[in-house]
């Protein structure tokens, strides 16, 4: 009989946040669903662990870190579920979650994904995220959470929001088949934007469900202030753009965006050199690895653009801050 729900957790290096995940996972009131834990080559006796303590768990041991994106494609295309929820490793769940997500899908049958309310473990009373927004202004993009250290009363109703955070999302299985798998060469950091990015340009729209509540350790496995945290997001959000950004919205904040870019990379050189700033270096390798692969980037585009449904100007009333 198949599942109702795939959970597909990537794992590095995180025992010491398994036991709570995934008890909290074994605890839930739905009565069909499958755990996959893809493990990223990790060194700290994680897959020894889940083998003695959660022998019910699919495991899959990757011989390497090959990253988030290509770790969670692995578990998604084995998953035996129409439904699949990517799930971070510093996570624990309500008893009730997956029911919920579980419903909320069959009753919500336009959305192919997802988004959850994400709590901030350590403070209870916070919101971590109530969905993703990626943002042009008219000197720069950015990224960021919604709703991040608000009171966890906001942001109670259903909407939509441009994207899932991958930490804690809910997928239809034919949205892959649709939009495509999460983008390997990102490795980690974005690519959850970047998938989103490329649905909302074909038009399919993401839910945020107030209800699905998840606690998340934030930075539990990569501190946000991390050198690679900082390098992949640097380097990343270029190719983002890249990729996605339809030219008519390019090509009207490109200068800006342009003068914004480089100013900040000669700030950051300058500081490096100042300072000897270990998380500004990262920031300059990150553009700069960016810039060397552009080429596949730009390839990546034409078959993206080539897919656009969206009104542009849709589009940017939705990005535009």
């Known amino acids: 009989m198949q599942n109702k729900i795939s959970v597909v957790i990537p794992n590095w290096n995180g025992?010491?946040?398994?036991?709570?995940?995934?008890?909290?996972?074994?605890?839930?009131?739905?009565?069909?669903?499958e755990i996959i834990v893809v493990d990223n080559g990790s060194e700290d006796g994680s897959c020894k662990y889940i083998r003695d303590n959660f022998s019910e768990v699919k495991l899959i041991k990757l011989s390497k870190n090959e990253g988030f994106a290509k770790a969670v494609n692995i578990g998604i295309k084995v998953s035996d579920s129409d439904l699949v929820f990517l799930l971070n490793n510093d996570t624990e769940l309500p008893v009730?979650?997956?029911?919920?997500?579980?419903?909320?899908?069959?009753?919500?049958?336009?959305?192919l994904f997802f988004a959850c309310k994400m709590i901030n473990y350590y403070k209870k009373n916070e919101i971590d995220s109530a969905g993703d927004r990626f943002v042009i202004t008219n000197f720069h993009t950015q990224v960021f959470r919604i709703g991040a250290n608000q009171n966890k009363t906001e942001f109670n109703k259903k909407q939509e929001v441009f994207s899932a955070c991958g930490g804690a999302a809910l997928y239809r299985k034919e949205f892959f088949n649709k939009v495509g798998?999460?983008?390997?060469?990102?490795?980690?950091?974005?690519?959850?934007?970047?998938?989103?990015?490329?649905?909302?340009?074909?038009?399919?729209k993401c839910l945020?469900?107030?209800?699905?509540?998840?606690?998340?350790?934030?930075?539990?496995?990569?501190s946000g202030k991390s050198y690679w945290h900082t390098y992949y997001g640097s380097r990343n959000h270029v190719w983002l753009l890249v990729k996605n950004l339809p030219k008519k919205l390019f090509l009207k904040y490109f200068l800006q965006t342009f003068v914004y870019t480089f100013c900040k990379f000669f700030i950051d050189?300058?500081?490096?050199?100042?300072?000897?700033?270990?998380?500004?270096?990262?920031?300059?390798?990150?553009k700069v690895e960016a810039f060397k692969?552009?080429?596949?980037?730009?390839?990546?585009?034409?078959?993206?653009?080539?897919?656009?449904?969206?009104?542009?100007v849709d589009l940017e009333k939705m990005i535009k801050k």
């Not at 398994?18 to 605890?27: A, F, G, Q, T, V």
């Not at 585009?301 to 449904?309: A, F, G, T, W």
């Open 293 to 312: 692969k552009i080429k596949i980037f730009l390839r990546k585009r034409k078959i993206i653009q080539s897919k656009i449904v969206i009104n542009i």
């Open 208 to 222: 945020f469900l107030p209800k699905a509540i998840v606690y998340h350790m934030r930075g539990g496995t990569v």
């Open 96 to 111: 009730n979650l997956l029911e919920i997500l579980y419903n909320e899908a069959c009753k919500e049958k336009k959305y």
């Open 269 to 286: 050189v300058f500081k490096f050199i100042l300072y000897r700033d270990l998380i500004r270096k990262s920031a300059i390798l990150g």
């Open 15 to 33: 025992k010491k946040y398994l036991n709570k995940c995934l008890s909290s996972i074994n605890n839930q009131t739905l009565d069909s669903y």
């Open 181 to 204: 798998y999460f983008d390997e060469d990102f490795f980690a950091f974005q690519e959850d934007i970047d998938i989103s990015f490329r649905a909302q340009l074909m038009n399919y």
